[in-house]
């Protein structure tokens, strides 16, 4: 029988836009964050797999559910996760929420408008910030500021990625609505290069990004665990360039996804501003002590 691992794409932690339990997040919190993504690494493996049916991959999807929530014991990454969670004493709603959105992605192509597709960043993105969150032991008012970058970071990934998502799996993130405005149907999408009329469409979209960036800007100051309020930080700063790139570009034909030299000089500037703000606020992270 088919599971999971067989629809595996080879994608790892290092390959995603943004960073994942990198080095700067301490490694007692570490194998649990890679456990959680290798989870939802697996779900999207299964969701993307390019020529397996709908009803295969929701029977996998629902394995994967059933192991977690310990009613069977077929999926490994999903023992290997509900055992870490086990140990930490966290719930596993976060990882039930992601396996909500990779369902859609099976039955769901088209989203009407902003508002279907914030409510698909619900599941599909806001639980990641808020499972690492609770990793971390923060507080969850803080949560809004978490759910706002990372919607952000969902909505950034769908624009770079129109193109490819439509002519690769017939899947439109952009609102139907905002495309009819501009008196376009999705296969626009399915261009070498986009319109005047599709670019601007995008550019809009990224306003509204750039508007959930605002908000969160604040959210790394009000981390308590001083390497994940850097780390943050760093991804705050990749997103908001890559936001731009995205009010200036074509996705459609040129480049938006960073270079890891871009990526670095973005993090070092990163890094220097988070620095700065700690110090003038003459605060001392917990996690910035001496480790036991």
């Known amino acids: 029988m088919t599971t999971p691992s067989d629809f595996a794409s080879g994608k790892g932690h290092r390959d995603e836009n943004f960073p994942v339990a990198s080095f700067l997040i301490h490694p007692r919190y570490r194998e649990i964050i890679l456990d959680f993504y290798r989870f939802a690494r697996a779900a999207d493996d ?16 629902e394995a994967m559910r059933a192991s977690l929530a310990g009613e069977g014991d077929a999926v490994a990454v999903s023992l290997a996760l509900r055992a870490s969670l ?8 976060h990882a039930l929420d992601l396996l909500e959105a990779f369902r859609r992605d099976v039955t769901k192509l088209r989203y009407e408008n902003w508002d279907e597709l914030m409510d698909y960043c619900r599941y599909s993105a806001m639980p990641v910030g808020r499972f690492v969150l609770d990793v971390h032991q923060e507080d969850r008012a803080i949560w809004p500021k978490s759910d706002a970058l990372c919607a952000a970071l969902q909505v950034i990934n769908h624009l770079q990625d129109c193109g490819k998502d439509y002519r690769s799996l017939n899947r439109v993130y952009v609102p139907l609505d905002s495309l009819s405005r501009a008196g376009m149907a999705p296969e626009e999408l399915g261009r070498g290069a986009a319109s005047a009329a599709l670019l601007t469409v995008i550019h809009e979209l990224a306003q509204r990004t750039a508007a959930l960036l605002a908000e969160a800007r604040p959210f790394s100051d009000l981390i308590g665990d001083g390497r994940l309020a850097l780390e ?29 030299s871009e990526v670095l000089g973005l993090a070092a500037r990163a890094t220097a501003g988070f620095v700065g703000r700690r110090v003038r606020s003459k605060t001392r992270p917990r996690s910035f002590a001496r480790q036991p």
Request: proline residues 4%; positive net charge.
């Open 46 to 61: 299964v969701a993307d797999h390019p020529t397996a049916d709908s009803a295969e991959k929701l029977r996998l999807l």
């Open 232 to 260: 943050v930080s760093v991804i705050q700063a990749l997103a908001e360039d890559l936001n731009l790139r995205l009010l200036e570009r074509d996705p459609l034909s040129e480049r938006v996804h960073h270079r890891k």
């Open 86 to 93: 086990a140990r930490s004493r966290l719930t596993n709603q």
